[in-house]
């Protein structure tokens, strides 16, 4: 009899294990890829708050999947697929106007610095390559296509003094150079934003199919001469077998920002499939699928 009732017992914590570990078989959290110091390494403009928030630490993966296999991403699109996230509480922010979105109003903000009053979507790409450049420590070779169909780079822009042509844009006249700083970064971002369209985003970039995006990729869409529209920028593809999911970013048509919108209830589970991203710019006049062309070779 009373090996009866142990073997109940036994059956009955079984079950119950089985009943808790459900949840945990269809979605998985993980440690963070890299120690601290890597981060800080690869995204200098972190705000360090003693634990660092990311992807795997952050979000419910689905059972099964994982990460596409790195050396299928080109360097600047392995760093977009690891950028640090801010923890669950923080608001997205609209610069000198406060606050866009509560917590709660998104899956999380995407650590990222504010350099210019315009930080918007269809500078965020923009931005985020030169981030990555200075990163590298190479940031003199970054290069941007301007509204205006010209082209400017950085080197230039520290070797040269501004003048506008009316019709063909910007460019910079040689004289004594002024050395790389903080501060001058954030003035030749500033221009780049300020001189950029949804358009533009684009003419920076190679259209691509939507099967073949990977971290860094954008999907963008806009109006007839480009002004208005909405961009978003792929951070991070998982896949099972031939199934894959997209973690998607996105920032605001006036500033905002950068963020992991709130795709549907829950904060922590923001993956979509290849349909929902299609899905995200069916209501612009033009919309395609873009990867940058403007990085080093």
Same mark, same amino acid.
């Given at each position: 009899m009373g090996r009866d009732k142990s073997m109940i017992r036994l059956l009955v914590v079984i079950i119950m294990m089985i009943v808790i570990a459900s949840p945990l078989m269809?979605?998985?959290?993980?440690?963070n890829r890299y120690n601290d110091q890597w981060y800080l390494d690869n995204y200098p403009f972190m705000y360090q708050q003693?634990?660092?928030?990311t992807f795997e630490s952050e979000f419910d993966?689905?059972?099964g999947f994982k990460r596409i296999d =790195?050396? /299928?991403?080109?360097?600047?699109?392995?760093?977009?697929?690891n950028m640090p996230i801010w923890h669950k509480d923080k608001d997205v922010s609209a610069g000198f106007k406060g606050k866009k979105y509560d917590a709660d109003e998104v899956s999380r903000v995407i650590q990222f610095q504010w350099r210019t009053h315009k930080l918007q979507d269809n500078g965020i790409p923009t931005q985020m390559i030169g981030e990555y450049l200075l990163s590298r420590g190479?940031?003199?070779?970054?290069?941007?296509v301007l509204n205006k169909g010209e082209t400017v780079r950085y080197k230039d822009f520290l070797g040269g003094k501004k003048?506008?042509?009316?019709?063909t844009g910007i460019s910079f006249e040689p004289t004594v150079a002024r050395?790389? =700083?903080? /501060?001058?970064?954030?003035?030749?971002?500033?221009?780049c934003l300020i001189k950029s369209t949804y358009k533009t985003l684009a003419s920076n970039c190679d259209s691509i199919d939507a099967k073949a995006l990977l971290p860094g990729d954008l999907i963008i869409g806009h109006n007839h001469n480009g002004i208005k529209g909405k961009s978003w920028v792929v951070l991070c593809v998982i896949k099972k077998k031939k199934e894959r999911r997209y973690l998607v970013g996105a920032g605001c048509e006036v500033q905002c920002a950068f963020h992991i919108p709130l795709y549907n209830e829950n904060r922590s589970n923001p993956w979509l499939t290849l349909d929902q991203v299609k899905e995200l710019?069916?209501?612009?006049?033009?919309?395609g699928y873009f990867r940058p062309n403007n990085l080093p070779k």
């Open positions: 269809a979605e998985k959290r993980y440690e003693g634990r660092f928030f993966w689905p059972d =790195s050396s /299928k991403l080109s360097p600047y699109a392995y760093w977009v697929s190479i940031q003199e070779e970054w290069s941007v003048k506008i042509h009316g019709h050395p790389h =700083s903080e /501060k001058e970064f954030g003035r030749f971002v500033d221009l710019a069916a209501d612009q006049e033009y919309s």
